[in-house]
């Protein structure tokens, strides 16, 4: 949905800036990045499946 994009682009943007502040260096912060991407589609994945079993 829109909204649930914009959250996403909103926490990835916070994310992305405190890791810049803190000195995290780039490569890190692509890591840490994907790994927040994964997690997020993995969640939602477990999510659907949930819901179409019921």
Not at 6 to 33: A, D, E, K
């Amino acid at each position: 949905s829109v909204g649930g994009t914009l959250v996403g682009v909103l926490i990835i943007g916070v994310l992305r800036n405190g890791l810049n502040l803190l000195g995290v260096s780039p490569f890190i912060q692509q890591v840490v990045i994907g790994v927040v991407i994964a997690l997020a589609v993995t969640i939602d994945t477990l999510r659907r499946r949930s819901n179409s079993a019921h």
